[in-house]
């Protein structure tokens, strides 16, 4: 898996809102085919990681690679190009909420696309199915529950058949098994187009069942990058805290540390 | 060529490379020129594909169906590995996933439902202003509170930022009435009435008009869209959810700044208007400041500014009421705030006619 040059590498990434720093060197890469879970407390910066690295925010100082190409070099054109191929799906979701799930999937494929429009179709309704809402194709955004919207992010994310998909959360909200689903479908898209992924997640679980590598945030630093089993090695208190789910006994201390 | 057609028996379709979309549609044609030359049986043998996409998979379930339709008997065999999984992936997806009507509301039905959307607006409204006039009039005076922070906030954006625009707009009107009328009454040699005119007409009417106008633009719409922002992202269910009544927490603080704002805003808007008159006479029309001066205060009656000010109020609860009705009511996302945050200034400006219209025929009636 490691042969191929990495489809993303991120080089001492250091981000800020405003005058605080919210990231401070952070380095990872992605191979072709892997599946990568970043993880970290709320309010690490997994979400500004996330923004920087698909070009919606730009970073103070640092590198990210796509493709080997450096994102910060493309111009718009190029940039777009890089963009069809790779998915996005949002915290919150980011679904149009004006336009039904069927016309969100549709509404990208067309911008980027011309297929006849029976193949444009058959792709939307298989997608949708894929991720079990194959019954909701023409309700609005704001009619489906949280765990519905994360869902739909999830198909029209995977609508233009990426190559690389970013997930912020796609199991938070979920039941366990639609959770483990998802899961599955990733795992099963890695296995049958080699999509590499980039998940966001708590989910210990998930993490566990999908990941490769892990990518551990804390306050804004990276604290690990390496594979699963080295965690159970690792000397860092944070890590294995998290990893053990041990009630945080720092808790009141960080959110001193947060506030000043 | 990467699908080619091998004349065995049965006829045999390969392809070769990546079934995506060149190849998908070349696959489908040639299906389709074998249903449309009545062969009864093909193989479609995809052993020699390395990749496929989705596109190529939605053609491979097309020109299955359409064999289905056309009575030709059509397999796939041989596909490996990934493309295996991703084909059965996808057309097991495709298949759970019928097609499905869109919504369509029929023309008679499409009436109906406006004809109830209709009254259960106005119910919501008369029932919104219920509420705001006990949250607003009566319960401060049951000791259930008032949040003053939240009054001084509104007030400051409602009215103080409101004071350059509404002064602007007011002498450039007084300045356009004054001319307007100077030009008729010149032919009587009475310019002197244009500082009558002018103060009657704003006084009475027209600085509460302009400002209820500008207020509804600047305010009302941010009423609404602020109101039903809060809506869209959840934080008004979770007012209620904490015991907070919304019309307590968010609109009867609007009411009291703009209560207090409008009327304060009008009678600068009077002094604007009137003035930019004075301005004209004396510089324009070469009349003594002395003589317009008194032929204004004159016309200055307490009656014509107690009306002018109480339309300010009314206008002033219109625009609250009319704002957070609005605000409240919207549906859908962010296109939903945009259209409720128009539709609101839309009724504002309509009610605010209105009412000044009650006013005039009210003012016939009495005398
Ligand atoms: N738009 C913004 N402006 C200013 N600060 C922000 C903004 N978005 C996030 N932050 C701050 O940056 C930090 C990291 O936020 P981020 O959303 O990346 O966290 P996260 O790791 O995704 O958390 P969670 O797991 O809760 O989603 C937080 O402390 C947050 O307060
Ligand atoms: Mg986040």
Not at chain 1, 6 to 14: M, N
Not at chain 2, 23 to 42: C, H, P, Q
Not at chain 2, 45 to 69: I, P
């Amino acid at each position: 898996m490691a042969k191929r040059a990495p489809i993303l590498e991120v080089k001492d990434l250091v981000a800020h809102y405003g005058t605080i720093k919210v990231l401070d060197g952070v380095s990872f890469d992605v191979q072709h085919g892997e599946i990568l879970a970043v993880c970290g407390a709320s309010g690490c910066g997994k979400s500004t990681l996330l923004k920087h690295v698909i070009g919606l925010l730009k970073p103070t100082s640092g590198t990210i690679h796509m493709w080997r190409r450096d994102i910060a070099s493309l111009d718009e054109e190029q940039f777009n190009e890089i963009q069809t191929r790779f998915g996005v799906s949002f915290q919150s979701g980011g679904l149009f909420n004006s336009l039904s799930l069927y016309d969100n999937l549709a509404m990208v494929i067309n911008e980027h696309k011309k297929y006849e429009p029976e193949i444009t179709d058959a792709i939307i309704r298989s997608k949708l199915a894929m991720v079990g809402l194959e019954h909701a194709q023409h309700i609005l955004p704001s009619e489906l529950s949280g765990g519905m919207k994360k869902r739909a992010a999830l198909a029209r994310a995977l609508a233009l058949d990426p190559e690389l998909v970013f997930f912020d959360e796609p199991s938070a909200g979920l039941d366990p098994i639609t959770a483990a689903g998802l899961d599955e479908l990733l795992l099963n898209l890695r296995r049958s187009l080699g999509l590499t992924v980039v998940v966001v997640t708590h989910e210990l679980n998930s993490v566990h069942n999908v990941a490769d590598r892990i990518l551990m945030l804390d306050r804004g630093k990276a604290i690990f990058f390496g594979l699963q089993d080295e965690i159970e090695h690792s000397d860092n208190e944070r890590l294995r805290q998290f990893f053990s789910r041990q009630a945080d006994a720092a808790m009141t201390t960080r959110n001193v540390d947060v506030e000043d | 060529m990467a699908v080619e057609l091998e004349n065995r028996d049965p006829l045999l379709l390969r392809v070769t490379g990546d079934l995506s979309e060149d190849n998908g549609r070349e696959l489908f044609t040639a299906v389709e020129s074998l249903i449309a030359a009545k062969r009864d049986r093909v193989v479609v043998e995809l052993s020699a594909v390395e990749v496929v996409d989705s596109v190529g998979c939605a053609y491979l379930c097309r020109a299955q169906e359409h064999a289905r339709k056309g009575g030709l008997a059509l397999s796939v065999l041989g596909a490996r590995g990934g493309p295996a999984q991703f084909i059965s992936l996808f057309s097991s997806s495709l298949a759970r996933s019928k097609p499905l009507p869109r919504p369509h509301v029929g023309f008679l039905e499409g009436i109906g439902d406006k004809v109830f959307a209709a009254f259960a607006e106005i119910k919501q409204f008369g029932l919104l202003m219920v509420e705001t006039i006990y949250w607003s009039f009566i319960a401060p005076f049951e000791k259930k509170g008032v949040r003053w922070a939240g009054v001084w906030d509104e007030g400051y954006e409602i009215g103080f930022r409101a004071v350059g625009i509404v002064m602007i707009i007011n002498v450039l009107l007084g300045l356009i009435i004054a001319m307007l009328s100077a030009a008729q009454l010149k032919m009587f040699n009475a310019e002197i009435y244009v500082a009558d005119l002018v103060t009657i007409a704003f006084t009475r009417e027209l600085a509460a008009l302009m400002t209820g106008i500008v207020v509804a633009a600047r305010s009302g719409s941010a009423i609404a869209a602020e109101l039903a922002t809060m809506v869209v992202q959840e934080e008004v269910d979770a007012l209620k959810s904490m015991g907070f009544n919304p019309t307590k927490y968010l609109v009867t603080p609007k009411i009291f700044s703009m209560v207090i704002c409008m009327p304060a805003l009008t009678i600068l808007a009077m002094v604007a208007g009137i003035s930019a008159a004075f301005m004209l006479g004396v510089f324009q029309f070469g009349i003594s400041a002395e003589v317009w001066g008194t032929q204004t205060m004159n016309a200055l009656t307490v009656e014509n500014i107690t009306l002018g000010l109480a339309k300010s109020l009314c206008y002033a609860l219109v625009i609250v009421i009319v704002g957070c009705h609005n605000g409240l009511r919207v549906k859908g996302g962010a296109r939903g705030v945009g259209i409720v945050t128009t539709r609101s200034v839309v009724m504002d400006i309509f009610f605010i006619i209105v009412v000044a219209a009650l006013f005039a025929a009210a003012s016939v009636i009495t005398t």
